[in-house]
């Protein structure tokens, strides 16, 4: 009888376990299938860059295959603009232009920290980035830390990177960049 019992309470144990490996491999492929953009929207600190991407008209841009790396300003960095700015490119009229400081943030391609810290090095301290935009940030690092300047000598601070999206990956910056 105490055989029988040990028995079952393995099998339970064994169904227990394989029920959460499922799990564990449906939640590593369901984050694999999230795009940039359900990242983003998964994020507090992201609230205004999603309204901005849905006043734009990217979100089924960022959703596509891509591959990308976005440069994702957080609220705060938002908030550093000048008083009105972020109101006026939200306004419908202003669609053209938000949409190309938005897809100023964005690179063709997935570059992880590894991969763009060891391009700054290789490129001897400063990697200049060609945007979706079409036009050009320039990455380099400061204090140990990877620094983008945009076109009009602003300066942002990646301080989170490689959150990683089925279409690409995010790396989360302190300042919004601008294109000239």
């Given at each position: 009888m105490i055989v029988l019992k040990q028995?079952?309470?393995k099998m339970k144990l064994k169904?227990?376990?394989?029920?959460?490996?499922a799990l564990i491999g449906l939640s590593f492929a369901s984050n694999a299938q999230k795009t940039v953009v359900d990242?983003?929207?998964g994020s507090a600190d992201h609230t205004t860059l999603v309204a901005a991407v849905k006043a734009a008209g990217l979100v089924e841009t960022l959703q596509s295959a891509g591959p990308f790396t976005v440069f994702a300003p957080t609220n705060g960095a938002f908030g550093k603009l000048p008083?009105?700015?972020v109101d006026y490119l939200l306004?419908?009229?202003n669609k053209a232009t938000l949409a190309k400081v938005l897809t100023y943030h964005v690179i063709a391609g997935t570059f992880d920290a590894a991969t763009v810290?060891?391009?700054?090095?290789d490129a001897k301290g400063s990697l200049a980035l060609k945007t979706v935009s079409g036009g050009t940030v320039t990455a380099?690092?400061?204090n140990g830390k990877v620094v983008l300047t945009d076109e009009k000598g602003g300066v942002a601070t990646v301080v989170a990177t490689d959150l990683?999206?089925?279409?690409?990956i995010i790396h989360v910056i302190d300042t919004v960049v601008l294109p000239k």
């Open positions: 028995k079952k309470q169904t227990i376990t394989l029920t959460l490996i990242v983003a929207i008083a009105g700015t306004k419908a009229e810290v060891k391009a700054i090095t380099s690092l400061k990683k999206a089925g279409n690409g």
